[in-house]
């Protein structure tokens, strides 16, 4: 779950301080006198590409994995 702690947070050069409180947002279990937060930090901008195939690509795949198939069923009808 993301959360924006923009409000919780003071930022000061290349350090960011976040201040958290008991029962309030990011404590995962609340009331009990412990801040629990089992994630991390992260940049939800920070998302890389994952590279995928055109659709000949794909065409090209389907038919390479189609020959694959084709002859290893011819294998083993021989056997």
């Known amino acids: 779950m993301w959360y924006d702690f ?3 947070a003071t930022i000061a ?3 960011v301080t976040l201040s958290f409180q008991d029962d ?3 404590d995962y279990i609340g009331g009990d006198g412990k ?3 089992p994630g991390g930090p992260g940049n939800p901008g920070a998302v890389a590409q994952v590279p ?3 659709p000949i690509g794909l065409l090209a795949l389907i038919g390479i994995l189609s020959v694959v198939l ?3 069923t011819s294998k083993r009808k021989k056997k």
Do not use: Q
């Open 52 to 54: 995928a195939l055109t």
């Open 24 to 26: 309030r947002l990011g």
């Open 70 to 72: 084709a002859v290893a």
């Open 13 to 15: 050069g290349n350090r």
């Open 35 to 37: 801040i629990v937060d």
């Open 6 to 8: 923009s409000t919780y």
